[in-house]
């Protein structure tokens, strides 16, 4: 069972930087997509940044480009979120969730089609708890 474990959030002032971690366990596919997530209050649950693990790409949705920065750290078996120059708008509990694919192309489309829309969203099997992130103006 793969179990995920999301860490780092905060209070932080617009303009600053937070890093999120999500340590993960129970890996045994071969390749998996990580994704981050977030949820504002009142708002939908929206995929930010996601990170597939066979060709190591990792994708970004438009308001978090040139922000944030998706990374893993494979001997650790945690998946990375720095977050700078964030935003009040940024404020939301965040969330990582994992996914198994066995083909290159299907980690593509997870990935591609959970931060353009979040229609990958629904495939995303493992959950961890959130981490809350308020950024304060």
């Known amino acids: 069972e793969v179990q995920l474990q999301a860490s780092g959030g905060g209070l932080v002032q617009a303009g600053g930087s937070l890093r999120l971690s999500c340590a993960a366990s129970?890996?045994?596919?071969?390749?998996?997509?990580v994704g981050w997530f977030r949820q504002a209050p009142g708002k939908e649950r929206e995929g930010m940044s996601c990170i597939s693990s066979g060709d190591g790409t990792s994708y970004y949705t438009d308001s978090v480009k040139g922000r944030f920065t998706i990374s893993s750290d494979n001997s650790k078996n945690t998946v990375y979120l720095q977050m700078n120059n964030l935003k009040p708008e940024d404020t939301a509990v965040y969330y990582c969730?994992?996914?198994?694919?066995?083909?290159?192309?299907?980690?593509?489309?997870?990935?591609?089609?959970?931060?353009?829309?979040?229609?990958?969203?629904?495939?995303?099997?493992?959950w961890g708890q959130g981490t809350l992130v308020t950024v304060s103006s």
């Open positions: 129970g890996f045994t596919a071969d390749n998996y997509a």
């Open positions: 969730a994992a996914v198994a694919y066995s083909l290159q192309d299907v980690g593509r489309w997870i990935c591609t089609n959970t931060v353009k829309d979040s229609t990958g969203t629904s495939l995303f099997g493992s």
